[in-house]
């Protein structure tokens, strides 16, 4: 892993706020911020080229498109400069780059290829059951990553992280490694911040020694003198989890990418996928 940071926008219609979090960790860090945006050309039964017919316009030719979309990140780029001097920029031409699967091998293809400390993205899909059902763009990108996945929504304003709450579960404690909680005592350490650690136990009557077991484990394997543990009741939803957080100094909610098969989400159970969709601040996802 290097200290880069990718910040994907689209380049056309780029989010402001993801772009607010990508220059404040990038100078946090002192790390490079790429911003990298991949442009698609419409086909003629999208919505553009449907527009475009109805108005009598003529679809402008790819090369065109290609050419809007590279100067425009260029003058994003030369903006976002001005705050960050460490940021460069990177277009691409993509080929429906906006649908699911496209936009999910785009940047987890960047993703790997630069390993980079943290990918940025905007989330652009609110919860329904069909988003849940087959996930998003942001969703599939989260867990395919192999680095952790910040998502941005888009009503957040920027404020600085004072408190990280990570949701730990018994898998992260069977793995013995707890790599993602290293990972964000680093990042708590650079920004002074707390670490709160929230247990969801898949246990439903978890007994004071096994939580104090489990915890003590979590204090040996990843130490931070600013850290808290609280835990959850089995069966906590995402929204009671959101509002918690939301009610509390959290900054940045962080947990593991999580998913059940098929057929737990007919009978209602909760994963990683449902918390994203259901996000009202930034998330954080390993």
């Given at each position: 892993?290097?200290?880069?940071?990718?910040?994907?926008?689209?380049?056309?219609?780029?989010?402001?706020?993801?772009?607010?979090?990508?220059?404040?960790?990038?100078?946090?860090?002192?790390?490079?911020?790429?911003?990298?945006?991949?442009?698609?050309?419409?086909?003629?039964?999208?919505?553009?080229?449907?527009?475009?017919?109805?108005?009598?316009?003529?679809?402008?030719?790819?090369?065109?498109?290609?050419?809007?979309?590279?100067?425009?990140?260029?003058?994003?780029?030369?903006?976002?400069?001005?705050r960050w001097e460490?940021?460069?920029?990177?277009?691409?031409?993509?080929?429906?780059?906006?649908?699911?699967?496209?936009?999910?091998?785009?940047?987890?293809?960047?993703?790997?290829?630069?390993?980079?400390?943290?990918?940025?993205?905007?989330?652009?899909?609110?919860?329904?059951?069909?988003?849940?059902?087959?996930?998003?763009?942001?969703?599939?990108?989260?867990?395919?990553?192999?680095?952790?996945?910040?998502?941005?929504?888009?009503?957040?304003?920027?404020?600085?992280?004072?408190?990280?709450?990570?949701?730990?579960?018994?898998?992260?404690?069977?793995?013995?490694?707890?790599?993602?909680?290293?990972?964000?005592?680093?990042?708590?350490?650079?920004?002074?911040?707390?670490?709160?650690?929230?247990?969801?136990?898949?246990?439903?009557?978890?007994?004071?020694?096994?939580?104090?077991?489990?915890?003590?484990?979590?204090?040996?394997?990843?130490?931070?003198?600013?850290?808290?543990?609280?835990q959850f009741p089995?069966?906590?939803?995402?929204?009671?989890?959101?509002?918690?957080?939301?009610?509390?100094?959290?900054?940045?909610?962080?947990?593991?990418?999580?998913?059940?098969?098929?057929?737990?989400?007919?009978?209602?159970?909760?994963?990683?996928?449902?918390?994203?969709?259901?996000?009202?601040?930034?998330?954080?996802?390993?």
């Amino acid at each position: 892993m290097n200290d880069q940071i990718i910040l994907f926008i689209d380049a056309l219609d780029p989010q402001q706020n993801c772009i607010d979090y990508g220059v404040a960790i990038a100078k946090k860090f002192n790390s490079q911020l790429l911003l990298y945006s991949v442009q698609y050309t419409p086909m003629p039964w999208y919505p553009e080229a449907t527009l475009m017919a109805a108005t009598g316009s003529v679809m402008p030719p790819e090369a065109q498109i290609m050419d809007t979309g590279r100067q425009a990140l260029e003058r994003i780029c030369s903006l976002v400069k001005k705050r960050w001097e460490n940021t460069v920029c990177e277009f691409e031409a993509g080929f429906l780059a906006e649908s699911i699967v496209e936009k999910t091998r785009w940047l987890s293809k960047k993703a790997y290829e630069l390993n980079p400390m943290m990918l940025i993205m905007g989330k652009e899909h609110d919860f329904y059951w069909w988003n849940r059902m087959v996930g998003t763009s942001e969703t599939h990108v989260a867990e395919d990553a192999e680095c952790p996945v910040l998502l941005v929504p888009p009503e957040t304003q920027y404020r600085n992280i004072d408190q990280v709450t990570y949701l730990l579960d018994d898998y992260e404690l069977a793995d013995g490694q707890m790599a993602d909680l290293q990972w964000l005592i680093s990042f708590c350490e650079v920004y002074k911040a707390s670490l709160s650690i929230y247990y969801l136990p898949e246990k439903v009557n978890i007994s004071e020694d096994e939580m104090d077991l489990a915890m003590g484990s979590i204090k040996e394997l990843a130490p931070y003198q600013n850290q808290y543990y609280q835990q959850f009741p089995v069966g906590t939803t995402a929204e009671e989890i959101m509002q918690f957080a939301l009610a509390s100094p959290t900054g940045l909610l962080a947990f593991p990418f999580r998913k059940k098969p098929f057929f737990q989400h007919l009978f209602g159970q909760e994963d990683s996928r449902e918390m994203i969709l259901k996000a009202t601040l930034p998330v954080l996802v390993f």
